[in-house]
């Protein structure tokens, strides 16, 4: 994976949060409230950028470290812009900045960050079992049927992990036909 590619994948992911911010302010706000408007469109932020990130994955294909890793630099960046943007150039008060992450009165900017943090492995893993051969299937994502032990099947109880002779198999979308 590239610095150059991850560094674009950020500033996709920035361009649609302003927008966001932008329409929360001139469409949503004045129609709902301040307050109900961050959380909605928060929200809607944090949807926006999961899209944005299970693209640059299917572009990308990182390996589940590579994934928490990306992760990890676009909390760093995207942290240090809002703090150092609207603090240093925006000339917003500390205390003002640091009450978005106040999950008790309604705040829910932690869930963007928590987005961003984790969406590029929770994607890699999605693509992973999205793209799993039909006929090896994803052991992670398929269940396993465990067979029960010998004393229960002598006792002739039913084991919840056995299925009756006259079910279906579960079909999954990746699952050998």
């Not at 932008?22 to 469409?27: G, S, Y």
């Not at 992450?101 to 309604?106: A, I, S």
């Not at 928590?114 to 969406?119: A, E, K, N, S």
Request: hydrophobic share 55%.
């Amino acid at each position: 994976m590239l610095f150059a590619e991850a560094i674009l994948g950020w500033l996709a992911q920035l361009m649609l949060v302003v927008a966001v911010g932008i329409a929360r302010d001139v469409l949503v706000a004045p129609a709902i409230g301040a307050q109900a408007a961050h959380q909605i469109m928060t929200v809607v932020a944090c949807a926006a950028v999961f899209v944005a990130i299970v693209l640059f994955v299917r572009w990308v294909r990182p390996t589940g470290t590579q994934a928490w890793a990306l992760g990890g630099l676009w909390l760093v960046l995207g942290v240090a812009f809002e703090f150092g943007v609207f603090h240093y150039v925006g000339d917003q008060p500390w205390d003002m900045l640091l009450a978005d992450y106040n999950l008790l009165r309604g705040r829910l900017l932690l869930l963007l960050w928590l987005t961003v943090l984790t969406g590029p492995y929770l994607a890699t893993r999605l693509r992973h079992c999205m793209m799993a051969a039909p006929a090896s299937g994803c052991r992670r994502c398929r269940p396993s049927i465990v067979p029960a032990p010998a004393d229960v099947r002598a006792r002739g109880r039913p084991s919840p992990f056995r299925r009756s002779p006259r079910s279906s198999p579960v079909q999954w979308p990746h699952a050998p036909g």
